[in-house]
């Protein structure tokens, strides 16, 4: 008989393991017993690996001796070597079953119940074990979705790349920002610390940064630098990860079903025959997917969040720190004042664990919670977010519950987005607009009066902050308005540019984007006034002939000539006067997200396409 592939025998090994851990749960199995060759051991070894320590597992293998040694070292199965493969019954397997038996008849599971009627099966003694919990079946959470970039002013990179900068520049800066939430104690011990600490967790461990260029949110900011403070993870080889790759969390932006293109990457894809150089690219990507997916669920070239939280899993494996999936605290255990550890559920039983050094409680935001969002988000109300599906709020519980309080003193309890709803069927799928559409020449926001109500080029923090101001939640008529000429080029929200997303009628249908013949059609489909949207859009476009804006002009001056200039090096202004109508206007209702860090590329001014007929999107995303 064919041998199973190796990833077939872990996806049967994955099943098992959760169904193992069900029949655990409902108290229907005492032991678990496998009588396995080679690779049966090896499956064995992981469906048994995150049950309880001291819950009965024995294994009768064939297998050779390097992986007996191996799940020796690493578990607790008491192992029965067989001498001859296990064909059949004959003297030598009929006394080692027989042994078998008599060990099964031996065993006793019985769980110690401690307080609360919590199910305890093992308490860390005299041992020092560091071990990482985590709620979700994957690694990252929202962090896996982002692109991992952290802000850290006259870091090691950016000397290196002599970057003109200095800490008192972003004091400065992050004064002028924070105004009276400016805490000086928390400021300067950042600025002045995360320099050597980020050198430091590079020299400790694999994690890697790389400088980003990508300036401050307001670089023109008394103190804002236009490059050199952000950092980007450095891209890795998910090749590397064997059989922990599944344990990264999945990007939320993929094409071809799973292959991640890095944003230093879009231009090759986007025009691959621009050059030579940017055909041989697209090509070896495209081939290195190709066989990426004769091993791997997805592609393997990681980039951003996906990037650093593989980074960050090497690390612990190099430092032997354990992982536990699908295993969240549901209690902290204190002693008089201090925490002294954590109660972890882990495969439906309570498993008590003593901290001797401390408990790092590191368990994401509240952005899925109804009640905390209510409670704690002040004037920025809102029903959906980017976070992760498992980000609720219920850890933070576990600290409240022992005395800590929640700091409330700051300017917005998010980190905001513009997003989209895609809806198909009974389903929904929130997407968020990218550096590469929203903020570049040729789409105007409007709001529910049909007037432009922010600099569409500022940073998606910003555009959403805007859209509170002028009236959401109460009002969601907030949109994105462009034509058919910027959407083929840069693609909108879900709407990837021409070839990735050959046609939008499929769109229109699910009612992700309407259409109009002409800009008054399409104010009418939104339930906007339009004569003041026409308006609005024949302002723009003259002041866009000017190539100013004089009433949204304040954005990030310093990234104009990066992000305006098309790459026919020409500003492409739709003009009226040179068509007799605008055909099919299109729209996407947007919405306010709390959302990861994404890289987005700013304008001072956006302007609208000249083409003598020219389709109008209008993408509306409720920011």
């Known amino acids: 008989m064919r041998r199973p592939p190796r990833n077939s025998c872990s996806q049967i090994a994955e099943r098992t393991r959760s169904k193992v851990g069900d029949l655990l749960g409902a108290g229907t199995i005492s032991a678990i017993v496998g009588v396995e060759g080679g690779r049966g051991s090896a499956v064995f070894g992981e469906v048994v690996s995150e049950l309880p320590y001291g819950f009965p597992k024995l294994l009768v293998s064939s297998a050779r001796p390097a992986l007996l040694a191996k799940l020796a070292t690493h578990s607790d199965i008491i192992l029965y070597p067989a001498l001859v493969d296990l064909f059949g019954l004959n003297v030598f397997t009929t006394r080692l079953l027989e042994n078998v038996e008599r060990a099964i008849a031996a065993t006793h599971y019985a769980p110690a119940k401690l307080g609360r009627n919590k199910k ?345 902050l805007a859209v509170f101001e002028n009236g959401y939640p109460a009002d969601k008529r907030f949109y994105f308005i462009c034509d058919h000429q910027f959407v083929r080029l840069r693609g909108m929200g879900h709407l990837l540019p021409w070839p990735w997303t050959l046609s939008i009628g499929e769109y229109v249908r699910l009612g992700y984007v309407k259409a109009g013949e002409t800009i008054s059609e399409l104010a009418k489909q939104l339930g906007l006034d339009p004569a003041v949207l026409q308006k609005t859009t024949e302002e723009h476009n003259g002041h866009a002939a000017q190539g100013r804006d004089p009433s949204l002009s304040v954005g990030n001056r310093l990234s104009i000539a990066r992000s305006a200039i098309r790459s026919s090096g020409k500003i492409q202004i739709l003009d009226q006067s040179k068509t007799d109508h605008l055909s099919r206007c299109r729209s996407f209702r947007q919405r306010s997200a709390r959302r990861p860090d994404w890289r987005r590329t700013v304008t001072e001014t956006s302007w609208m396409h000249k083409a003598t007929q020219s389709r109008v999107f209008m993408l509306a995303a409720t920011t």
């Open 120 to 464: 305890i099966v093992a308490i860390t003694a005299d041992q020092l074990l560091h071990f990482t919990c985590e709620k979700s079946p994957r690694l990252g959470g929202t962090t896996a979705f982002s692109n991992g970039m952290v802000w850290v002013p006259c870091s090691a990179q950016a000397r290196a790349a002599n970057i003109d900068d200095t800490i008192a520049d972003a004091r400065t800066y992050l004064q002028h920002e924070l105004g009276v939430y400016y805490r000086a104690q928390f400021i300067d011990a950042y600025l002045e610390d995360s320099p050597s600490a980020l050198t430091a967790l590079e020299n400790g461990t694999s994690v890697k940064f790389t400088l980003a260029i990508t300036p401050d949110y307001h670089s023109s900011q008394l103190g804002g630098a236009d490059k050199g403070r952000a950092l980007s993870p450095a891209p890795y080889d998910g090749r590397l990860l064997g059989k922990d790759f599944d344990l990264i969390g999945h990007p939320i932006r993929v094409v071809l079903g799973g292959m991640m293109i890095s944003s230093s990457e879009v231009k090759s894809f986007l025009n691959p025959l621009q050059s030579v150089a940017s055909l041989k690219h697209v090509l070896t990507c495209l081939s290195r997917y190709a066989r990426d997916r004769l091993s791997f669920s997805r592609g393997t070239e990681l980039s951003g969040g996906n990037a650093l939280i593989a980074r960050l899993l090497v690390s612990l494996r190099e430092y032997g720190v354990e992982i536990w999936p699908y295993s969240p605290a549901v209690e902290l255990t204190k002693e008089g004042w201090r925490v002294t550890g954590a109660i972890i559920k882990r495969i439906n039983v309570g498993i008590r664990v003593r901290a001797s050094r401390g408990v790092v409680l590191a368990t994401g935001g509240f952005a899925r919670n109804a009640q905390l969002r209510t409670d704690l988000s002040g004037a920025h109300q809102h029903d959906v977010t980017l976070a992760h599906a498992d980000v609720n709020g219920d850890r933070i519980g576990l600290a409240t519950t022992l005395g800590a309080a929640i700091d409330k003193d700051v300017a917005s309890a998010g980190f905001w987005s513009p997003v989209s709803i895609l809806k198909r069927g009974s389903g929904s799928q929130v997407v968020p607009y990218g550096w590469l559409d929203r903020g570049r020449p040729g789409v105007i926001a409007v709001g529910p009066n049909a007037r432009r109500f922010v600099n569409e080029s500022n940073s998606y923090h910003d555009i959403c």
